[in-house]
């Protein structure tokens, strides 16, 4: 059923003040996300609890004793949830996002490295695990973004390839985005990458790499241009020059620091959610998305996120 602003989330700031006005209207909120049709021990399965406490029920089944945020990004988090709301919030109604050190100054954290770890356990929620492939028209490409990695082998300076699949809807319009990091330039990966984000039966445009030509097999229709066919080869795949040329900008731009190979999936997952949601009417619907994922994305502790 199509969510609704106004009614399944807030539109706009006053009425994201409304809602929450304090942690019990965020547990309660949280509650009605995770179970929509009513309590469900994550347990045993059954249907069926009694009320404990704000958020938190008994199963009836086995007598495991739960709460709305257990196994969430919340679980055991010390800071309140309408901190977390508030900070949700905040990230997703700035248009292009935010360096964890504008976390910090909004949320007067005590340290750039809180800021920072709150901000990738949110990107951990900016994916959607029952996501549907690209389709219809898509451009397929590889692009190289700035890399530094930080392993025990000591900082490392490198390009990673980075995997694009957007979608034309038609000559001045972008589709939903994909992006994946390939194992090295050029690899089979790309066909593998294809396949997981890309219906079959969809035309695919790519610049003909030899590697790539299996795509015609695989039940795709694939066209290329190349240098011998193509009268300008600069104007060829437009659609994932752009997005590679808004990516860039965005990670040197926004994120305002280096960023680790290590990390920058998370990085694409933030910024292929953003950009699939470029056109929501209320940056409600985004605060909403992401906090649908967030209930149903497993904890991550601090050294997880220094251990990748
Ligand atoms: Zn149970």
């Excluded at 994201?16 to 994550?42: H, I, N, S």
């Excluded at 800071?79 to 100054?105: D, E, H, N, V």
């Excluded at 953003?274 to 619907?285: A, E, H, L, P, Q």
Aim: proline share 5%; aromatic share 12%; net charge positive.
């Amino acid at each position: 059923m199509e969510s609704v602003g106004g009614v399944d989330f807030p539109r706009t700031y006053q009425e994201f003040r409304d809602w929450f006005p304090d942690d019990a209207a965020c547990v309660a909120y949280v509650e009605r996300l995770r179970w929509p049709d009513g309590f469900v021990c994550p347990r045993c399965e059954t249907p069926k609890g009694w009320r404990i406490g704000t958020g938190a029920f008994m199963c009836a089944g086995c007598g495991l004793k739960t709460s709305a945020t257990a196994g969430t990004i919340f679980h055991r988090s010390h800071t309140p949830l309408s901190t977390w709301f508030a900070a949700m919030w905040f990230i997703t109604s700035q248009k292009t996002g935010i360096s964890a050190l504008a976390l910090q100054r909004q949320f007067g954290f005590g340290s750039y490295e809180t800021a920072w770890a709150w901000m990738q356990k949110l990107r951990r929620a900016m994916v959607r695990p029952d996501r549907s492939k690209l389709s219809g028209v898509v451009e397929l490409d590889e692009t190289f973004v700035g890399g530094r990695s930080t392993g025990r082998m000591g900082a490392s300076t490198g390009k990673v390839p980075v995997m694009i699949a957007v979608e034309r809807v038609d000559n001045r319009k972008l589709g939903r985005v994909r992006f994946g990091i390939d194992s090295a330039p050029g690899s089979k990966e790309q066909i593998a990458f294809a396949q997981r984000e890309i219906e079959p039966g969809t035309h695919i445009q790519t610049d003909g790499a030899r590697v790539l030509r299996r795509l015609a097999d695989l039940g795709y229709e694939h066209s290329y241009a190349t240098g011998y066919n193509s009268p300008d080869i600069s104007a060829e795949l437009p659609g994932v020059h752009l997005v590679a040329s808004l990516l860039k900008r965005w990670i040197t731009g926004t994120l305002q620091h280096h960023v680790t190979v290590e990390h920058l999936p998370y990085y694409l997952d933030e910024y292929a959610f953003r950009f699939n949601r470029r056109d929501s009417k209320s940056r409600g619907m985004l605060f909403y998305r992401l906090l649908q994922q967030a209930v149903i994305t497993e904890p991550t502790t601090l050294s997880d996120l220094y251990k990748i």
